[in-house]
């Protein structure tokens, strides 16, 4: 399929623009991209009309399929409140793909999301991009690509309200430490032995040595400056790669962030200071953050703000000092480095998933709606 008579924002390294040009996909793969008009044109292929085509658009932090909206604690399942260290859990196990909010997602112009278990264990479990077309979360999952990690009030008041530990900052930090500390003598232990003693399996270990690696990222969950800090203090100390999720505090230390070359996906940007570690949410977050060379995306914390408004989301932004082109790096070549998809997706190239959205208009105007979405090769509105 092809479609052609387009402006193209490739996003890619150069951040090329194609006033005039055309994309190729079969297979679900980007095959060839150019200028003018391509040679054949079938009567399958779109007719962008002059239409601006993007890459298909990333939420860099949801609970997608986590929970079904109107149901209940029933459908929950995003917090394994049974132990507060629990990085052996694989979300895939919790997605539920025939959740209404993926076929809003879609809708949208939204065709990646990652999906993190949430915020009320210090460590959660593991943490995976996913395709938002399909109905078999095997086939719609593109990486594991992290461990979520969690900082702060919601640790805290799970296990204080049920007189367990952690009840304060520094046990949350003293979870996160021993753990990564016992997984490191168990690297150690599994490297010095024979088929005869190798330590006993450890489920929690074994979750953690892609971490320990650098296969993966920690995905520290964060809104208050100091806690921020404590997840930089933390990956330091183990050689950790990072991501700073929420990051509500950022703008207050941007400069310090800068100075660590620390990346951040700042989110839900729609929503009330509901805690006291919200207390300084602003929608100049994100703005602030990327003036001072921070690199950032853009989330909606699904379901804390659905899905569907991730683009009304960074238009707020907008509106509020984000660039508009920064802004449009926020939820493509942005967040898919910040994931660690950006081989796969976050850009219209030639080898890349055929992730692909045309608007004929701004796509952060609140009136907008894209007019064609393409997810995986295969055209979804």
């Not at 024979?194 to 964060?222: N, Q, R, T, W």
């Amino acid at each position: 399929m092809i479609i052609y008579n387009a402006k193209i924002y490739t996003m890619n390294k150069s951040r090329q623009i194609i006033e005039n040009g055309w994309a190729g996909f079969e297979n679900g793969v980007i095959t060839a991209i150019g200028e003018g008009s391509p040679e054949n044109i079938g009567k399958d292929d779109i007719n962008a009309e002059g239409a601006s085509l993007y890459p298909g658009f990333i939420d860099a932090h949801t609970h997608l399929g986590l929970t079904t909206n109107g149901v209940g604690v029933e459908s929950e399942d995003f917090n394994e409140e049974s132990e507060p260290c629990s990085p052996q859990l694989h979300i895939m196990d919790a997605v539920n793909p025939f959740d209404t909010s993926f076929d809003k997602a879609l809708a949208a112009g939204i065709t990646t999301v990652v999906i993190s278990p949430g915020s009320m264990n210090p460590i959660a479990g593991d943490i995976i991009a996913v395709s938002t077309a399909g109905k078999r979360i095997d086939d719609m999952c593109l990486r594991r690509i992290g461990i979520k990690f969690a900082l702060g009030e919601n640790p805290k008041m799970t296990y204080m309200n049920r007189d367990e530990s952690p009840f304060t900052r520094m046990a949350i930090a003293s979870i996160m430490r021993e753990e990564l500390s016992k997984t490191q003598r168990y690297i150690e232990d599994k490297e010095k032995a024979d088929e005869d003693s190798m330590p006993e399996l450890d489920m929690k270990h074994e979750a953690l040595i892609p971490l320990l690696e650098g296969k993966v990222k920690a995905h520290f969950h964060c809104h208050r400056a100091d806690d921020i800090f404590t997840a930089i203090r933390i990956s330091r100390e183990f050689g950790l790669d990072y991501v700073l999720i929420h990051c509500t505090d950022g703008h207050l230390i941007a400069d310090e962030l800068a100075k660590e070359n620390a990346c951040a996906v700042v989110g839900p940007v729609m929503c009330d200071p509901c805690k006291p570690e919200m207390a300084n949410i602003t929608p100049s977050n994100a703005g602030i953050l990327t003036a001072h060379g921070v690199k950032t995306a853009i989330c909606t914390d699904h379901s804390e703000t659905p899905i569907e408004y991730l683009l009304i989301t960074v238009g707020i932004c907008i509106k509020n000092g984000l660039p508009h082109d920064k802004a449009l790096e926020a939820v493509t070549i942005n967040a898919a480095e910040i994931a660690g998809i950006d081989d796969i997706t976050g850009s219209v190239e030639v080898g890349k998933r055929a992730d692909l959205v045309l608007f004929d208009s701004d796509p952060f105007e609140i009136m907008s709606s894209p007019k064609a979405v393409i997810c995986g090769g295969k055209r979804v509105k």
